[in-house]
């Protein structure tokens, strides 16, 4: 079952701009992932948020985690033409470190 | 750096036929699993592995079979691939202990049944 959705489906930016991802989920978690896939290859892990925090930083990453309304957003500053790939949030609700992906937000960044 | 391997980028194989692919990683994970990525699906939980010898169905197990006789090598098979399971396969890796731990994945085999 998809426990994540991301919204949007896709989004096109210019470089330099800032790209902002959302995702939500139905159960309790114990943590939540983003993700990155580049075009035909494997997904590469970005960051991790545990439930009892609210923001984290990592480079040009922002990800926020509201566990209240089940959402949390991705936010990448600055954006550049190599950002260009499929970003997916996954939720670990803590049984073995299983993750469920949503169905990823497709982001272009035109340079 | 983790390595997660996929032993084809790319697979063509005929409908009936008993598909192997093969997912070696070389950290010493305990945790290894398998997906599927269908365009608008996501990924999906095929099944998954907390040890060798051990294996849990994931989301969507039907058709599909596992063998893992060895720590850093993970097995998908499929029994008699049909049209159906043309897909992006993907294979991971993570730690057990401790929790909060990434998954690390290969680069995919595109699996093509015709």
């Known amino acids: 079952s998809q426990q994540g959705e991301e919204d949007p489906q896709a989004l096109s930016i210019q470089e330099g701009e800032n790209a902002t991802m959302n995702c939500s989920y139905k159960?309790?978690?114990?943590?939540l992932q983003w993700y990155r896939q580049n075009s035909g290859r494997g997904l590469v892990h970005l960051i991790l948020?545990?439930?009892?925090?609210r923001e984290k930083h990592s480079g040009r990453l922002r990800v926020t985690l509201d566990t209240s309304k089940k959402s949390s957003s991705l936010l990448i500053t600055a954006s550049r033409a190599a950002d260009t790939a499929s970003y997916f949030c996954?939720?670990?609700?803590?049984?073995?470190?299983?993750?469920?992906f949503g169905g990823g937000t497709r982001l272009m960044v035109k340079p | 750096d983790v390595k997660v391997t996929q032993s084809s980028r790319y697979l063509v194989k005929r409908t009936g036929e008993k598909v192997f692919l093969e997912c070696v990683q070389d950290?010493?994970?305990?945790?290894m699993f398998w997906y599927r990525q269908d365009p608008g699906l996501g990924l999906r939980l095929i099944y998954f592995?907390?040890?060798?010898?051990?294996?849990e169905k994931g989301d969507i197990p039907e058709g599909y079979s596992v063998s893992r006789e060895k720590k850093e090598r993970f097995s998908l098979i499929l029994e008699s691939a049909s049209t159906n399971q043309t897909s992006m396969y993907l294979c991971?890796?993570?730690?057990?202990?401790?929790?909060?731990?990434?998954?690390?994945f290969g680069d995919g085999t595109r699996l093509s049944i015709l």
């Open positions: 996954a939720t670990d609700a803590g049984a073995g470190n299983m993750l469920t």
């Open positions: 948020i545990r439930s009892n925090e």
């Open positions: 950290m010493d994970h305990e945790n």
């Open positions: 991971a890796s993570s730690k057990r202990t401790g929790g909060y731990q990434p998954q690390h």
């Open positions: 159960t309790s978690i114990n943590n």
């Open positions: 592995s907390y040890d060798v010898k051990m294996k």
